[in-house]
């Protein structure tokens, strides 16, 4: 009856790490994600090998370190099925943590059983090296991908403004102002574009004939952490809200940028020559996953409008915004976590409004709310602005002139 339960234990390791082994060996986009797959390959390989040993050690005895072979091979398989099973814990897979955890108690078991039967050890320590070696290597594999990887967050695109020179038009009743922008990747890691955006706000800045009170400053600060615009507390200068002159998007959707590479655009705003501001402020902004973290599925779908029954998360709806609502499934960068976590799915929202403009992704499962900060280590979701780019309408108007 062990015998039969060894082989069970062998086999059943064999196929699920052999399956794992060879998914991550050709599909996992990192190189210890390559690694591992060729690691727990080798182990497969192990436990086959140590599946024949077995049936000779128990019935034939035709080779005389069979015993010591089987040990080996079960003393591998019970660390590589302990070290997965650590990989998958915070999975959404109960049958997967299930059938590794029943792999992991039959292979400590197994190893437990065979050496009970008194295998010959003829070179004890030559085999504790042989299993204290890949063990140092799993753990430290495991480290690097949960412990190291997660810590690196420092990548992170730069979204550059500039303004040129006015334009009057010939009828003197508008101006045009061109904007440069580019967005920079200056890391050694390509980077997914969930979403882009650039607008223009209208600002009125009246000043006031006497010092302005502590009481109003605390309601300047108030009113700022409230809107999507940054604007300084002031003595004189009374910041009202801005208004949205113009916005749009710089990049479709799920486009991506290569490391160490740059995209550059230019748009145009307009105004009318008697536009009652006191200044015009550009910002820009957009959110940004590692292509080393994610793949994505399909390029994102457009979903809908979150005025028209699109989904609108519970912050949205506390901010007075509208948004065009982007989708699009989410694979995870190697097939072990791919296949043992849920779906997943990146939401963009392009949203906007009177008082502003700005671009939000999340990922979560179907039907899942979550934030950002949840998954931005595991996907390497990031955030980049500029802005506010001020300049005053009477300057503008001097430049006409």
Known sequence: MAVVLILLVFVGTTLLLGRFGIDNLEKAMTFPGRITGAVLVAVSLTTLLGAAAVVDHWFWNSFAYSGVVALFAASVAFLANA?????????????????????????GWAAFTLWRTSAVIPTPKRLAAALIVPSVIAIANFGYQNLYEPSQHGAKPLIKVTTEKPVLSQNRKEFAVPVD???????????????????????????????????????????????????????????????????????????????????ATRVVVQMPIDAPYDRVAFYASASFARKDRLVLGPPLQFKGYSWDGGQEPQWMKTMDLDAIVYRGRVHENNPINDRTREPRYVTVYWCFGTHGARVSAVIARNGEETTKRETEGRYGLVDADTGPIEQTLWDIKKTLR
């Open 83 to 107: 070290v997965l099973l650590m990989e998958i814990w915070d999975g959404d897979s109960p049958p997967y943590q299930a059938e590794l955890g029943m792999l992991t108690a039959g292979s």
């Open 181 to 263: 922008i580019s967005i920079e990747n200056h890391s050694n890691v390509g980077f997914y574009v969930l979403g882009s955006e650039i607008h223009a706000m209208g600002e009125r800045v009246p000043l006031s004939d006497n010092d302005r009170l502590r009481q109003q400053w605390r309601t300047d600060a108030e009113q700022w952490n409230r809107s999507l615009e940054r604007s300084p507390l002031s003595r004189r200068e009374i910041h009202q809200p801005g208004e949205l002159v113009a916005a749009q998007p710089l990049m479709g959707p799920g486009h991506f940028i290569e490391a160490n590479d740059a995209f």
